[in-house]
């Protein structure tokens, strides 16, 4: 009898052991697959069992959450979606999360280590914190000026404070209501089938994830590269530019839409848009020079975060001189975000100092304690004072008499340029309508804020385009929005 329990328990020790290898070799070796697994749904219940943190927009949440009573407990809401949906992103149970909702997820969500009273709390304790709270740069007023001039078109705009690189409005046109894409089911599916079949692109970030030709607004980079290479030591000096201009080593001509552009001075080149004088500016400073230049100004940075990441703006470093000659009128190959014309208008305005642009002010956790702060930093120091302060002088002039006329604020010093930017196969798409602008209020002693307006206006007479005409407007708009702050 004592034989038969001793196997008995012989047996029952061997599958003990044998039970424990099992669960070891899957916690050490399968844990990470089976977490993975799209079948395992234990990590969507635990994810959705709490609430959001909330994203703010001054002292206000522009995000919530609601109740839905099933295993999915959680599931986000937005108020006035569409206005800010080019900030927060969404957050989706079926889809994701982009945009803050994406690089801020952690933060969001409770899991970040940064929300817990003890380093690796959460790992001991294996649980998390309530979501923390995320307080962008954006002025609600600003952000609502830049929606309402762009609605019924499509397009963007980017406004930052020149001073501290904060972002005050960040819109892209047409939008959509990120709440539509929340939950799950057959509603939600629908409803991103649509949004990416509909060819206004409505979930595009226009603002920083589209680039376009900038057209006549990156004279200014132009500009900027002539005076400090000293190719322009006087700005008021003749350039001895023909007009029209002969491309280098071609037979082609580069016309002017304007008057006045034969042998003009950079500051009437700047003051009434010449083509001939900044393309031929830009082959006398040089394709290194001009590389340099436009490198100082965010061009050709592809690891820019706001915290979501920026689409690299581009400045060829390898072309011939004619090439050189159309980029530096912002044409060929040359693209720029609306952030990055944003950038180039906020360097000039902060005297050549241009400050990294970022949309995240805090972090704070649940109950409102800071537990991170995104401080003003450098990005780089793009021309000397002096180079700024004639800059400024020319986009003034261009919206006290030039092409810029539309910005102008009464009372307010306002600088501005224009920018017409042909695209399409042999320029035959309706052209894209620039405005980049800064401005300062009256005793103030620094610009309160830089704007980029591009308008693709697919609707309008292509007669209309022009970013005097269209996109200056809304330039005026936002600045005044930002100056009432």
Same mark, same amino acid.
């Given at each position: 009898?004592?034989?038969?329990?001793?196997?008995?328990?012989?047996?029952?020790?061997?599958?003990?052991?044998?039970?424990?290898?099992?669960?070891?070799?899957?916690?050490?070796?399968?844990?990470?697959?089976?977490?993975?697994?799209?079948?395992?749904?234990?990590?969507?219940?635990?994810?959705?069992?709490?609430?959001?943190?909330?994203?703010?927009?001054?002292?206000?949440?522009?995000?919530?959450?609601?109740? #839905? !009573?099933?295993? $999915?407990?959680?599931?986000? @809401?937005?108020?006035?979606? +569409?206005?800010?949906?080019?900030? /927060? =992103?969404? %957050?989706?149970?079926?889809?994701?999360?982009?945009?803050?909702?994406?690089?801020?997820?952690?933060?969001?969500?409770?899991?970040?280590?940064?929300?817990?009273?003890?380093?690796?709390?959460?790992?001991?304790?294996?649980?998390?914190?309530?979501?923390?709270?995320?307080?962008?740069?954006?002025?609600?007023?600003?952000?609502?000026?830049?929606?309402?001039?762009?609605?019924?078109?499509?397009?963007?705009?980017?406004?930052?404070?020149?001073? #501290? !690189?904060?972002? $005050?409005?960040?819109?892209? @046109?047409?939008?959509?209501? +990120?709440?539509?894409?929340?939950? /799950? =089911?057959? %509603?939600?599916?629908?409803?991103?089938?649509?949004?990416?079949?509909?060819?206004?692109?409505?979930m595009l970030n226009r603002a920083i994830r589209q680039t376009y030709p900038p057209g006549s607004t990156f004279k200014?980079?132009?500009?900027?590269?002539?005076?400090?290479?000293?190719?322009?030591?006087?700005?008021?000096?003749?350039?001895?530019?023909?007009?029209?201009?002969?491309?280098?080593?071609?037979?082609?001509?580069?016309?002017?839409?304007?008057?006045?552009?034969?042998?003009?001075?950079?500051?009437?080149?700047?003051?009434?848009?010449?083509?001939?004088?900044?393309?031929?500016?830009?082959?006398?400073?040089?394709?290194?020079?001009?590389?340099?230049?436009?490198?100082?100004?965010?061009?050709?940075?592809?690891?820019?975060?706001?915290?979501?990441?920026?689409?690299?703006?581009?400045?060829?470093?390898?072309?011939?001189?004619?090439?050189?000659?159309?980029?530096?009128?912002?044409?060929?190959?040359?693209?720029?975000?609306?952030?990055?014309?944003?950038?180039?208008?906020?360097?000039?305005?902060?005297?050549?100092?241009?400050?990294?642009?970022?949309?995240?002010?805090?972090?704070?956790?649940?109950?409102?304690?800071?537990?991170?702060?995104?401080?003003?930093?450098?990005?780089?120091?793009?021309?000397?004072?002096?180079?700024?302060?004639?800059?400024?002088?020319?986009?003034?002039?261009?919206?006290?008499?030039?092409?810029?006329?539309?910005?102008?604020?009464?009372?307010?010093?306002?600088?501005?340029?224009?920018?017409?930017?042909?695209?399409?196969?042999?320029?035959?798409?309706?052209?894209?309508?620039?405005?980049?602008?800064?401005?300062?209020?009256?005793?103030?002693?620094?610009?309160?804020?830089?704007?980029?307006?591009?308008?693709?206006?697919?609707?309008?007479?292509?007669?209309?385009?022009?970013?005097?005409?269209?996109?200056?407007?809304?330039?005026?708009?936002?600045?005044?929005?930002?100056?009432?702050?």
């Open positions: 009898m004592i034989r038969y329990i001793r196997r008995a328990a012989a047996f029952c020790l061997l599958l003990l052991v044998a039970l424990l290898v099992n669960a070891a070799r899957v916690q050490l070796f399968e844990a990470e697959e089976l977490n993975d697994n799209p079948a395992n749904r234990r990590s969507a219940i635990a994810r959705y069992d709490q609430a959001r943190g909330n994203i703010l927009v001054g002292d206000r949440p522009v995000t919530g959450n609601r109740r #839905t !009573g099933e295993q $999915l407990d959680y599931e986000r @809401t937005y108020r006035h979606g +569409p206005l800010y949906a080019p900030v /927060t =992103g969404y %957050a989706s149970q079926t889809y994701g999360t982009t945009l803050i909702e994406n690089a801020e997820d952690s933060v969001l969500s409770g899991t970040d280590s940064a929300l817990t009273p003890l380093p690796f709390w959460n790992d001991f304790t294996r649980s998390r914190q309530p979501g923390g709270d995320v307080v962008t740069t954006v002025k609600a007023s600003v952000q609502r000026a830049a929606y309402d001039g762009l609605r019924g078109r499509r397009g963007a705009v980017a406004a930052l404070e020149p001073s #501290t !690189g904060r972002i $005050l409005a960040l819109v892209s @046109t047409p939008s959509y209501d +990120p709440e539509r894409l929340s939950g /799950t =089911g057959s %509603a939600v599916t629908e409803a991103w089938t649509r949004l990416n079949a509909a060819k206004s692109l409505p200014i980079v132009t500009a900027a590269a002539a005076l400090e290479s000293r190719v322009v030591t006087d700005p008021d000096a003749p350039t001895d530019t023909p007009s029209p201009y002969v491309l280098p080593n071609t037979r082609t001509t580069l016309p002017d839409e304007s008057r006045g552009c034969e042998n003009a001075s950079l500051a009437d080149a700047i003051r009434v848009s010449c083509n001939t004088v900044m393309a031929h500016l830009g082959v006398r400073v040089g394709l290194a020079g001009m590389a340099e230049a436009a490198g100082k100004f965010g061009f050709n940075d592809s690891g820019l975060r706001i915290p979501s990441g920026v689409a690299r703006s581009n400045f060829d470093t390898d072309m011939s001189e004619d090439q050189l000659a159309l980029s530096s009128i912002g044409q060929f190959n040359t693209t720029a975000t609306p952030l990055q014309m944003a950038m180039v208008a906020s360097a000039v305005a902060g005297g050549g100092d241009l400050r990294r642009p970022h949309l995240v002010d805090r972090v704070t956790t649940h109950d409102g304690d800071t537990v991170r702060q995104e401080g003003s930093r450098p990005y780089e120091r793009v021309m000397s004072p002096s180079t700024a302060v004639q800059l400024q002088r020319m986009m003034v002039d261009t919206v006290e008499n030039g092409t810029g006329s539309n910005a102008a604020i009464d009372g307010v010093r306002v600088g501005g340029k224009t920018g017409t930017a042909q695209h399409g196969v042999d320029n035959s798409g309706i052209p894209y309508a620039w405005f980049i602008s800064w401005a300062e209020a009256p005793g103030s002693g620094r610009p309160a804020v830089a704007v980029a307006v591009v308008v693709e206006d697919a609707s309008a007479d292509r007669a209309d385009i022009s970013g005097g005409g269209s996109a200056a407007p809304i330039a005026r708009a936002v600045m005044e929005a930002a100056l009432e702050e």
